[in-house]
């Protein structure tokens, strides 16, 4: 089982930070390689949502189930994906002066095909990249 960690202290609150990761339907704006993001099934406290990837001739069709606590977490659990098991959770705690620490932990282990395109280091740097592209997007968002 492989584990990806990374946290981000925004100039926002808990709430508008839960939102922008709640907004499936608008990762294609701003994150790299989605071409879509929709929601199945709206659950209230919890969503079934798909994301499309695509970098290249690789596409990637992942479906989960996001349970929600709003503004405090987001748990999701890949329902149909590229790995054995994928486990993940966005957590946004209160910080001074109105900002929110954002983590996001993920825990997953990689089919074996996948696992023979994919190496650690580009998991990692594309974890970093996908949490970067979030805080700009949520700076932007601040900005509005």
Request: include cysteine; charged fraction near 25%; charge should be positive.
């Amino acid at each position: 089982m492989q584990q990806i960690r990374r946290s981000a202290l925004i100039h926002l609150p808990p709430q508008t930070l839960f939102r922008l990761v709640d907004n499936v339907e608008g990762y294609p704006a701003f994150l790299p390689w989605c071409t879509q993001g929709r929601v199945l099934i709206d659950g209230g406290s919890w969503k079934q949502a798909e994301i499309l990837l695509q970098k290249g001739p690789i596409r990637i069709r992942l479906i989960s189930r996001n349970q929600l606590d709003p503004p405090h977490s987001i748990e999701l659990v890949q329902v149909k994906g590229p790995c054995d098991s994928l486990k993940g959770r966005w957590d946004f705690r209160p910080a001074a002066d109105n900002s929110t620490r954002v983590e996001l932990a993920i825990d997953f282990k990689l089919k074996k095909r996948f696992r023979l395109l994919v190496n650690e280091g580009t998991l990692n740097r594309t974890a970093t990249l996908i949490m970067d592209r979030f805080c700009a997007q949520a700076k932007r968002l601040s900005s509005e």
